[in-house]
């Protein structure tokens, strides 16, 4: 059964970093593609930063230079590191998996598996 499980989300100043976690099981890193998206009250959820299989990374143009995706297979997990965070980066953040991958994409109808998402909260 695959599960996603985030975690890492807080309220945070302008200018500082957080680090997200999911937790993943019955994922095979080197077959999914693995996403974050994030969800603004109000708006819809929109892609954030993927890592497809091969490695091949893909970033939305607004967090590029600023987050950084990860995997760890050993630990089962992906990652983002979230840097210089701006109040326009808060909202719920949802890691998200698709198989088969066939490549980078951002696209929220593209993934097949979601976690329930963690709260990101970024203040002036």
């Known amino acids: 059964q695959v599960q996603l499980v985030e975690s890492g989300g807080a309220s945070v100043q302008a200018g500082g970093s957080l680090r997200l976690s999911c937790a993943t099981s019955g994922i095979t890193f080197n077959t999914h593609c693995m996403a974050w998206f994030r969800q603004a009250p109000g708006n819809e959820r929109k892609g954030v930063a993927v890592?497809?299989?091969?490695?091949?990374?893909r970033y939305e143009d607004s967090v590029k230079g600023r987050f950084t995706i990860s995997t760890d297979n050993a630990k089962n997990s992906l990652f983002l590191q979230m840097d210089s965070l701006k109040p326009e980066d808060t909202g719920m953040y949802y890691c998200a998996a698709r198989w088969p991958c066939w490549g980078p994409t951002l696209s929220v109808s593209q993934y097949n598996t979601w976690g329930q998402g963690t709260q990101v909260t970024v203040s002036s």
């Open positions: 890592i497809a299989t091969g490695d091949s990374i």
